[in-house]
């Protein structure tokens, strides 16, 4: 069994800054990588423990998470909100790339959002399609998700590996993710150009 494991301001480069987010010095540093002897059911288990035991789809319904997360290669966690511009600017051009592998099920896409209500949470997610997942608005699990993978602006993509890893950030120095560095912010472009490398569109 495969698991998947899988942000107007601006700082130097276009991150808008996230809401409801404690400040990068207090923020811990992504969830650590697991053993080598981990077994991919486990590491399953925590991605889906931080997550939360559900997950919305863009019609309202929800999904167990580890059924979503069970049998991918790749999650990909796009940290972004409504009223954030260059998420605005960003999100269209993950939707896209998402309904050009319809039916993909090595990757899937979830969404974090840092709207500031249940309804424009919701709403904003309604316009992403189906080929999406999204947290549940609760304000815990946000904010835990947040502690764990993202940086201190939106939009941020985030691809994870089956074993917890993050493959590629929105924030980078030195080829690694660095999340708590905001001057290293390198924006979503070059992590959705990373996993359009991962998952050529075939023909």
Same mark, same amino acid.
């Given at each position: 069994?495969?698991?998947?494991?899988?942000?107007?301001?601006?700082?130097?480069?276009?991150?808008?800054?996230?809401?409801?987010?404690?400040?990068?010095?207090?923020?811990?540093?992504?969830?650590?990588?697991?053993?080598?002897?981990?077994?991919?059911?486990?590491?399953?288990?925590?991605?889906?423990?931080?997550?939360?035991?559900?997950?919305?789809?863009?019609?309202?319904?929800?999904?167990?998470?580890?059924?979503?997360?069970?049998?991918?290669?790749?999650?990909?966690?796009?940290?972004?909100?409504?009223?954030?511009?260059?998420?605005?600017?960003?999100?269209?051009?993950?939707?896209?790339?998402?309904?050009?592998? +319809?039916?993909?099920?090595?990757?899937?896409?979830?969404?974090?959002?840092?709207?500031?209500?249940?309804? +424009?949470?919701?709403?904003?997610?309604?316009?992403?399609?189906?080929?999406?997942? +999204?947290?549940?608005?609760?304000?815990?699990?946000?904010?835990?998700?947040?502690? +764990?993978?993202?940086?201190?602006?939106?939009?941020?993509?985030?691809?994870?590996?089956?074993?917890?890893?993050?493959?590629?950030?929105?924030?980078?120095?030195?080829?690694?993710?660095?999340?708590?560095?905001?001057?290293?912010?390198?924006?979503?472009?070059?992590?959705?150009?990373?996993?359009?490398?991962?998952?050529?569109?075939?023909?």
């Amino acid at each position: 069994m495969h698991l998947i494991t899988i942000l107007t301001l601006v700082f130097t480069i276009h991150a808008a800054p996230q809401d409801s987010k404690p400040s990068l010095s207090e923020a811990p540093p992504p969830v650590a990588e697991p053993k080598a002897e981990e077994s991919t059911v486990e590491t399953n288990r925590r991605i889906a423990q931080l997550i939360g035991p559900n997950l919305k789809r863009a019609d309202g319904s929800e999904v167990k998470t580890r059924e979503v997360l069970d049998g991918r290669k790749n999650v990909a966690l796009y940290f972004s909100a409504s009223w954030c511009p260059p998420c605005r600017a960003f999100t269209p051009k993950l939707i896209n790339f998402t309904n050009s592998h +319809a039916g993909n099920e090595d990757f899937v896409v979830i969404l974090v959002g840092s709207d500031r209500s249940k309804a +424009a949470h919701l709403n904003y997610f309604k316009k992403f399609g189906s080929n999406f997942y +999204a947290v549940p608005y609760d304000e815990e699990v946000l904010r835990r998700v947040k502690r +764990a993978y993202a940086g201190g602006g939106i939009p941020n993509l985030v691809i994870l590996a089956d074993d917890g890893k993050v493959v590629k950030g929105s924030y980078e120095k030195n080829g690694k993710y660095s999340p708590r560095d905001r001057r290293s912010y390198i924006g979503a472009d070059p992590v959705l150009t990373k996993l359009a490398q991962m998952y050529p569109q075939t023909p």
